[in-house]
T-cell receptor, first 112, second 112 residues
C-alpha cells in the first residue's frame, strides 16, 4: 500500500461545477496535510494546508480532513478552466516533521 | 522577489560524467530539500537539510550527494550519473520544516 494515494484521473468537470479531489494516507498519526497544484511544465505550488479535523476554506478552495478515516480532500467550487492542473496531496509522516510524502497526483481538466 | 533558483534548467549528459545542479533561495529559509519527479511515481525526496551543515537522506538518496555550506545554497551532486537518474528535479525550501514548500522551476536531466 502506498503511503499517500490519489486517484490518478484524469478527472473532468464542466466549468462552474464542483471538483472533488481525494487522498488517503496510511500513517494514522500523520499530523500535517497539504495540497499543491502543478500546471503542466511548471513546478508545484502550495494552495492549501490543513492540520486539524474538519473543513478549511480559502476562496473557492476547501480542504477537508478526517483523521479517523485517514482521508483528506480538496473541493474546488465554481471550477474554472484555469484550474486545470495536476493536484498533489502531501502528508508529513509520523515521527518525521522533516519529510513530506507526496501522492502521485490527480489530473483535473475543467471543460469550458 | 522571493524565489528558489535552480541551474541548469535543462541538461543532457552521458553516463559517468559528474554534474552538479545548483539551488539557491533568497527567503532565509532554514529547510531545503531535493525531489525528483517521474511519471507515475510522483515526487520523491532525495535529500533534505534542516540547516547549515545538517543534511539527511530522503527516500531515494542512492547515487546523489548534497552539501549545505551556506544557508541559501543546497547543491545536488551526481558523482557518476546513470540513465536511471534521468528525471525532473526540483529544489524546494520552507520556513516551516517540511510542510509549506516553495519550489524552484525544476531541472530536467537526461543521462545517455
Amino acid at each position: 500500500q502506498k503511503e499517500v494515494e490519489q486517484n490518478s484521473g484524469p478527472l473532468s468537470v464542466p466549468e462552474g461545477a464542483i471538483a472533488s479531489l481525494n487522498c488517503t494516507y496510511s500513517d494514522r498519526g500523520s499530523q500535517s496535510f497539504f495540497w499543491y497544484r502543478q500546471y503542466s511544465g511548471k513546478s508545484p505550488e502550495l494552495i492549501m494546508s490543513i492540520y486539524s479535523n474538519g473543513d478549511k476554506e480559502d476562496g473557492r478552495f476547501t480542504a477537508q480532513l478526517n483523521k479517523a478515516s485517514q482521508y483528506v480532500s480538496l473541493l474546488i467550487r465554481d471550477s474554472q478552466p484555469s484550474d486545470s492542473a495536476t493536484y498533489l496531496c502531501a502528508v508529513n509522516r509520523v515521527g518525521s516533521a522533516r519529510q513530506l510524502t507526496f501522492g502521485s497526483g490527480t489530473q483535473l481538466t475543467v471543460l469550458p | 522577489e522571493a524565489q528558489v533558483t535552480q541551474n541548469p534548467r535543462y541538461l543532457i549528459t552521458v553516463t559517468g560524467k559528474k554534474l552538479t545542479v545548483t539551488c539557491s533561495q533568497n527567503m532565509n529559509h532554514e529547510y531545503m530539500s531535493w525531489y525528483r519527479q517521474d511519471p507515475g511515481l510522483g515526487l520523491r525526496q532525495i535529500y533534505y537539510s534542516m540547516n547549515v551543515e545538517v543534511t539527511d537522506k530522503g527516500d531515494v538518496p542512492e547515487g546523489y550527494k548534497v552539501s549545505r555550506k551556506e544557508k541559501r545554497n543546497f547543491p545536488l551532486i551526481l558523482e557518476s550519473p546513470s540513465p536511471n537518474q534521468t528525471s525532473l528535479y526540483f529544489c524546494a525550501s520552507s520556513p516551516k520544516r517540511a510542510g509549506e514548500l516553495f519550489f524552484g522551476e525544476g531541472s530536467r536531466l537526461t543521462v545517455l
